[in-house]
């Protein structure tokens, strides 16, 4: 069975930055458009940025201009480059095939303080 795990999260001040990072055990990735979403306390889990096999990439509009979402096939790794960080963004943060059937991993938490 594939596993995801993703991992970066931390707690950091408004306007820092981080880099999350996943890796999938198997091939899941290959061909497949792969997300970053993001669960925040008592609110449903939100896709806030995808990328496609080619390397096309989706953000939602309350992160556009400040994440970059990045894959490493070679890796099976996708990485969400998260800059000018807001309290808003706090969140558990996953990584999951858009249009495929996986596991959800545990994600990563990042916690933004004001």
């Known amino acids: 069975q594939v596993q995801l795990v993703e991992s970066g999260g931390g707690l950091v001040q408004a306007g820092e930055s981080l880099r999350l990072s996943c890796t999938a055990s198997?091939?899941?990735?290959?061909?497949?458009?792969v997300g970053w979403y993001r669960q925040a306390p008592g609110k449903q889990r939100e896709l806030v940025a995808s990328?496609?096999?080619?390397?096309?990439?989706v953000y939602s509009d309350s992160v556009k201009g400040r994440f970059t979402i990045s894959r490493d096939n070679a890796r099976n790794t996708v990485y969400l480059q998260m800059n000018s960080l807001k309290p808003e963004d706090t969140a558990v943060y996953y990584c999951?095939?858009?249009?495929?059937?996986?596991?959800w991993g545990q994600g990563t938490q990042v916690t933004v303080s004001s």
């Open positions: 198997g091939s899941i990735f290959n061909g497949n458009t």
């Open positions: 999951h095939p858009v249009y495929a059937s996986a596991v």
């Open positions: 990328i496609t096999s080619v390397g096309s990439t």
